[in-house]
């Protein structure tokens, strides 16, 4: 910005955007906020695009909140909402979710499997020690 500045020129929309999708790219919630306030001091209207760049990275960080805040937003400024699209993001997170879920339900189900075969051949195993008291399928 301030090279800009010095320059004689002035952040536009553009500007702004491009940091936004570097910043969303990268998983940076906190600086991505920071740029849209940035934009608004600057006196420049953030775009649809801006805000779907920071909602989408709430989402994809879990900020839930904000980013409703964000929707929000969005509706008392007029920009067009595309309910479509953050359903799809959010059905994505959900699925991404569940799979790893099922593939940490999976790993316990092998780590137990194994300690019952190294008691079964009689090696040191922490079936009986650490898994005691877990849910065990037999």
Known sequence: ?????????????????????????TGELRKAMHVLQRCRSAQVDPDTKMYDDLIELCVKRHKFGWAMKYINEMSNYGLD?????????????VEHEELEARRQRREREQTISFERFKFWVGLPNRYYSELEGDEVDT
């Open 1 to 25: 910005f301030r090279q800009l500045q010095a320059a004689g020129l002035e952040p536009d929309v553009r500007t702004f955007g491009v940091l936004m999708r570097g910043y969303r790219g």
């Open 81 to 93: 909402l595309d309910r479509v699209k953050y359903r799809k993001l959010f059905l994505e997170l």
